[in-house]
């Protein structure tokens, strides 16, 4: 069964990077024809896709984020990571990562609360 | 980008009731559209894909329908699990994204 978990500091300081991770459990990342990828949540409002990678490190952003941030991948762990540098309280939300299909997202970690604050 | 509309914002409703969602694309995403549900504190999940596409282990008293720009969700009779938020997704091209969501109240 597969399984995504995040982790990473629920409080980071404004103009600081923010770098969180995802231990994929039950698929493998190198082999798998999915691509992995982090959503995200500010509180009480909709989602916003951040962008997403493919095994090859073939990669794609938002274009409202592009500028900031970085997905990759560590084979070796099977695990997902993302960077989002010079943060602003804007950037205050639930990150989720995910696995995406050829058609849509199947599944979910249980989401990390993200707060930017000093 | 294209950007993904839905309507109405929040809905009142009541257990067996018959309820529909609608979202709209600011262009043609063809049939890739996504249906999630979320539930408070918890990751949405998937309900229907390719607009019209039941996922695994959903009530079929979910269903989806629409192509081009128009896209609805309806649930047949409402249960009480039901009572949640549901987002909309275009998965046509990048950056894929969501509706602002409905809220389902009772």
């Known amino acids: 069964q597969l399984q995504l978990q995040e982790s990473g500091p629920g409080l980071v300081k404004p103009s600081e990077t923010l770098s969180l991770s995802c231990i994929v459990s039950g698929d493998s990342i190198s082999s798998s024809p999915y691509y992995w990828g982090w959503i995200r949540q500010p509180p009480g409002k909709g989602l916003e896709w951040i962008g997403s990678i493919y095994s090859t490190g073939s990669a794609s952003y938002n274009p409202s984020l592009k500028s900031r941030v970085t997905i990759y991948v560590d084979m070796s762990k099977n695990q997902l990571s993302l960077n989002l540098n010079s943060v602003t309280a804007a950037d205050t939300a639930v990150y989720y990562c995910?696995?995406?299909?050829?058609?849509?997202?199947?599944?979910w970690g249980q989401g990390t609360l993200v707060t930017v604050s000093s | 980008d294209i950007q993904m509309t839905q309507s109405p914002s929040s809905l009142s409703a009541s257990v067996g009731d018959r309820v529909t969602i609608s979202c709209r694309a600011s262009q043609s995403i063809r049939h890739y559209l996504n249906w999630y549900q979320q539930k408070p504190g918890k990751a949405p999940q998937v309900l229907i894909y390719a607009a019209s596409s039941l996922q695994s282990g959903v009530p079929p008293r979910f269903s989806g329908s629409g192509s081009g720009t128009d896209f609805t969700l309806t649930i047949s009779s409402l249960q009480p699990a039901d009572f949640a938020t549901y987002f909309c997704?275009?998965?046509?091209?990048?950056?894929?994204?969501f509706g602002q969501g409905t809220k389902l109240e009772i």
């Open positions: 997704q275009q998965s046509y091209s990048s950056p894929y994204n």
């Open positions: 995910v696995r995406e299909g050829s058609t849509m997202i199947d599944s």
